[in-house]
């Protein structure tokens, strides 16, 4: 697969990426990309750090966060991009997530403790320290860890993974709420990885449509791992429902070719690339 010229989903560790703001940016610039979005969940506190390094190395840095909501009994999760991190709008929603996901991973370790997982608590509180809120791959590594799963696939599929005890929803906003927030705050919200949530193709047109009511303007297309059908399909929903195209790795950490910087398939021929909203001369390179 071509590494790509902008990539607008990536992670770091201010959330549960392996690489700071700098490394990343670094790789990136490795990679030969000229545009990134940094989109950690629900924070936006790695962006000043990732400007100063991005400013270093000629990249450019456009301000992004992956936001967690509950739609439908799901948990989705919206980017957000072009966003001001110092608007109130934003500030106010990351700063109730934090406390949400704070709250989240008390009744996800109290339920896995419930397994007879050991004091999960306070495995992973001396695996992070005190400062980082446990998310749930933090929780998935804790099980490898000790010994009771034999991977973090595996950590996923029987604990941790949609509809497993670990998936505790009850704490995020709503579509709405996280929507209305990116756009308050300047930023253009985009679906993330539409495909992975397992839902019919019909619920997924209500999404999109609840998702414009709102004011959502793209959705991701150019993601990794995706087939050409599935491509094709949301390439006809770009169409159809007159959303911008967004491209990103997702990426979280080396050692995962399937997930590296820069690396999914072009921008299918035609529809409209979601930075054309603030940057129309930029090509993809
Ligand atoms: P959280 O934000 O705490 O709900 O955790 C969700 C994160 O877990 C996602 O952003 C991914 O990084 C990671 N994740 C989800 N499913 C899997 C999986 N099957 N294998 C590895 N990581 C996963
Ligand atoms: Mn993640
Ligand atoms: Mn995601
Ligand atoms: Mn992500």
Redesign the pocket.
Known sequence: MLVRGIDLHLHSTAS?GALTPTELVHRAREQGLQAIALTD?DTVDGLAEARRAAENCGIQLINGIEL?CVWNGM?LHIVGLQIDPEAEAIRELTRLQQGNRLERAKVIADRLGKQNFGNVWEGVRQMLGPDRVP???DF?RYLVDKGYVDS??QA?DSYL?AGKLGDVKQFWPSLEAVVKAIVESGGVAVIAHPMRYKQTTAKLRRLILEFKSYGGQAIEVAVANLDSGRIGLLTELCRQYDLYASCGSDF?MPGRPWQEIGRFPPLPAGLKPVWNLWAPQVCQG
């Open positions: 549960d969940h967690s948990t998310a749930r791959p998935a973090i696939q996923f993974g979280h």
